[in-house]
């Protein structure tokens, strides 16, 4: 497709079960985001991507959240034992080149509920 | 961190009405950035602004990237129904470090 697309677009678990989260980028972007967005809330940088490493992470709330990258390309959120403090949107970005101009390209976003 | 502090939080407007909204920081920024929000949708950019002191335009909507680096602001000129959403403004401090973004300004028009 023309746009960054993420999957599943809702997904509701359970306290303590493991999410995943995708996103495919736009092609031939080489650097790709990932952010949470809050209810009532701007968006929260989490970790970015340029290429296939994590160029930065620090904004990952703690060990629980981890996300790959692994062909540069298509990359996945991972939550595991999630709590319910983690609902939120979670909103894939991608930019041709990373950083320079700021420009991001942002996907719909996975709502995710934890019960 | 860095924090973006944007107002109003809401504002209710007539169509036909011009809309102004900010954004200030504590510390500068080498970008500033525009972007809107529908509901169910992810953000998209309507301006960026790259230069201390820059006034740039796209149709109705005007964006300027303050003298200090520490503030910006966005104009919306005759507002139509469409223009209903959620307005972020977003920084950038140097290159290769993420965006930061506001809290942002939800806007209403009434027809």
Redesign the interface.
Known sequence: GAG?SQTPSNKVTEKGKYVELRCDPISGHTAL?W?RQSL??????LI?FQGTGA??DS?LPNDRFFAVRPEGSVSTLKIQRTERGDSAVY?C?SSPI????????????SRLTVL | GQQLNQSPQSMFIQEGEDVSMNCTSSSIFNTWLWYKQDPGEGPVLLIALYKAGELTSNGRLTAQFGITRKDSFLNISASIPSDVGIYFCAGQSEGNTPLVFGKGTRLSVIA
Not at chain 1, 98 to 109: D, H, N, Q
Request: hydrophobic letters at 35%; aromatic letters at 22%; a negative charge.
């Open positions: 960054v985001y952010y009532g809330q701007g968006p929260e940088f970015y160029a930065d904004g909103l970005a990373a950083g320079t101009t700021g420009e991001l390209f942002f996907g719909e976003g």
